[in-house]
């Protein structure tokens, strides 16, 4: 995992390990920022940065000029560090940089902040960097991930926090990793170490109800709680704003699509690695094969499209959401 490698190249730096370059490209920006920030404020001491140290950005420059830079001598210090942002505005010349980082300076210390867009591996400065330099692809991670990095992160905090919180704080934020650590980095500042994040924390501090979310009318829906279900739409409803339907038929699309593959496994013990879910969430699939038969499953995944192109102007003369959503209750339900 990308978390793994972070660590290696944070601990590779602290225990004196320092690469010419390091080349740090992918879509998710939160990783390279990491490792971008923390070289930025330990490789050189604050006397050594006023002249050996410079940010620059892609917009602004070349790869002529990065070189340039990057092929000075260190003032008073034994390196200099060159940090260069935004470098995919550079994507058009990057492999430019091959005869650099072919011979890079050893007094240097060059940072290639690349994001959103990864580097042709078939070319020769993908080669050549693998060689000479720390090669660090930062891949965004799928929704379904999210909950278990946040328990990692958290974890090497100190904290711990329930499945449920978890999920609540993935729902709301995505898979966006920035946004997730600056709600936990909140959420760390009013727990002492060693507590739990619980629903109830994560409601009253981050406004995220933890009982009318998609989360909880997934499960309503799961468990055939069709009073429950019907109060949750009709909460969304008349908070179109927090609650786009677009979300919650995407978050019904995934479950209904797992639900199907679930009943189609021989081995029910495979299914948390067959349906990319945590353990812990497993008894909800156990208890929604029970209510919904794998015919069924199937005509929820059509009623789930059609309500999916309703929403977009398919087929229906503006139906608000709420009443697409309550559709497709009845449909479910049926």
């Known amino acids: 995992m990308a978390i793994e490698q972070v660590k290696q190249i944070i601990t590779d730096i602290k225990g004196g390990s320092v690469s010419p370059i390091y080349f740090l490209m992918g879509e998710e920006p939160y990783y390279i920022d990491g490792i971008s920030d923390f070289i930025e404020k330990n490789i050189l001491s604050e006397e050594e ?31 200099q560090v060159v940090i260069v942002k935004e470098a995919q ?3 058009r010349t990057i492999e430019n940089l091959v005869s650099y980082a072919e011979n890079p300076q050893p007094t240097t210390v060059l940072v290639i ?5 990864k580097l042709d ?13 720390v090669l660090f692809e930062s891949k965004r991670l799928y929704e379904n991930q999210v909950p278990d990095w946040i328990r990692r992160v958290l ?48 409601e009253e ?44 038929v995407a978050l019904l699309y995934s479950f209904f699509s797992k639900l199907l593959k679930y009943h189609s496994l021989s081995d029910k013990g495979t299914a948390p690695r067959a349906l990319g879910v945590s353990p812990y969430f497993i008894k909800d699939y156990q208890l929604a094969a029970k209510h919904y038969p794998m015919k069924k499953v199937s005509a929820i995944v059509a009623s789930i499209r059609e309500v999916d192109m309703k929403s977009k102007g398919v087929g229906a003369s503006n139906m608000p959401q709420g009443d697409l959503l309550k559709e497709l209750l009845i449909s479910i339900f049926h």
């Open 49 to 79: 940065k006023g002249f050996n140290q410079m940010v620059l950005y892609g917009r602004d420059v070349s790869v002529e000029d990065i070189v340039s830079n990057a092929k000075r001598y260190p003032m008073m210090a034994e390196r």
């Open 205 to 248: 501090n981050i406004g995220i109800s933890k009982d009318f979310n998609n989360f909880e009318l997934q499960n309503a829906i799961g468990s055939k709680d069709i009073k429950k279900a019907f109060s949750i739409v009709q909460y969304f409803a008349q908070n179109p704003k927090n609650h786009p339907l677009v979300m919650t």
């Open 89 to 91: 505005d550079l994507a």
């Open 155 to 202: 974890a090497g905090k100190g904290y711990t926090i329930s499945p449920k919180a978890a999920q609540m704080l993935t729902e709301f934020l995505g898979n966006d990793l920035s946004k997730v650590n600056n709600e936990l980095e909140k959420l760390q500042l009013i727990i002492k170490k060693g507590e739990q994040i619980t629903p109830q924390l994560v």
């Open 121 to 133: 591996a078939r070319k020769k400065l993908s080669k050549v960097l693998k060689k000479n330099a």
């Open 113 to 117: 902040c690349y994001k959103y867009k």
